[in-house]
């Protein structure tokens, strides 16, 4: 085990050691995974205050996986950036680039085709995911 008292030993999980673990085991830091929730609760909110710019980027997702084509989420969130968008309370939308991981993960969720066209990279919504899901406790 790691100097990190806040970490878990589970069983193997492909992309997701941090190199201090043998083969035969992922290590996952709890503070990492409460911050991939934290990010998610982020996500929710945004989503839920700015439903007109989480709609846009939810179906813009959809017609380029339509055509065919790889998806980045921060490109999208840099569109609502540029976009005339505000939110529930009439201020314009603001769109962090924090968001990118969980809400690439939430439109996977809800349209699980999109998978193989949206660029993900490791997050500690991953590990989130991972704890959350109960599969390796």
Do not use: Q
């Not at 806040?6 to 999980?13: G, H, Q």
């Not at 989503?47 to 790889?70: C, F, M, P, W």
């Not at 704890?131 to 406790?137: F, H, K, P, R, V």
């Amino acid at each position: 085990m790691t100097a990190n008292d806040n970490a878990v030993r589970l069983f193997p999980v492909e992309g997701l050691t941090d190199g201090t673990a043998s083969d035969d085991t992922t290590i996952i830091d709890l503070e990492r995974a409460e911050r991939g929730r934290l990010m998610y609760d982020h996500c929710d909110r945004w989503t839920h205050d700015n439903e007109d710019a989480a709609s846009y980027v939810e179906r813009a997702v959809l017609n380029a996986v339509r055509h065919g084509r790889k998806v980045s989420i921060r490109e999208k969130l840099e569109r609502v950036r540029w976009g005339d968008f505000t939110d529930l309370y009439g201020k314009p939308t603001r769109a962090s680039n924090n968001l990118s991981a969980p809400l690439a993960r939430r439109i996977i969720e809800r349209h699980p085709e999109t998978r193989p066209y949206i660029i993900l990279r490791p997050s500690v919504c991953d590990e989130y995911d991972l704890l959350a899901s109960g599969e390796l406790s």
